[in-house]
Nanobody, 121 residues
Framework: QVSLAESGGGSVQAGGSLTLSCTTD????????MAWFRQPPGKEREGVAL??????GTYYGDFVEGRFTIFISQNTLYLQMNNLKPDDTAMYYC????????????????WGRGTQVTVSS
């Protein structure tokens, strides 16, 4: 069982920045693939960013357009978000899976409870 805990959400104005954190056991990062997902109000959950535990490659949803960065530092998974837009308003979730999943696959094995991000215009 993998326990994930997100933090760092909040309310910002458009153009602002936030950094989300996801904490878990330090061994999780070498064993599991990690990702961030989000669920906007009234919409389905979508993949935001993924970091592979095999080589550290990163992948992003098309809507990111270079504004977000996923990285691991000191046993914490981060999502640095810049130039936020109102459309980025969503509940953001950290996810992990032992198998090599894709962002398009919503069926990851382990999920955190989420942290809310609200961007006002």
């Amino acid at each position: 069982q993998v326990s994930l805990a997100e933090s760092g959400g909040g309310s910002v104005q458009a153009g602002g920045s936030l950094t989300l954190s996801c904490t878990t056991d330090k061994y999780t990062y070498s064993t599991y693939q990690m990702a961030w997902f989000r669920q906007p109000p009234g919409k389905e959950r979508e993949g935001v960013a993924l970091i592979s535990n095999h080589g550290g490659g990163t992948y992003y949803g098309d809507f990111v357009e270079g504004r977000f960065t996923i990285f691991i530092s000191q046993n914490t998974l981060y999502l640095q978000m810049n130039n936020l837009k109102p459309d980025d308003t969503a509940m953001y979730y950290c996810a992990a899976d032992y198998y090599q999943k894709r962002l398009a696959d919503p069926l990851w094995a382990f999920w955190g409870r989420g942290t809310q991000v609200t961007v006002s215009s």
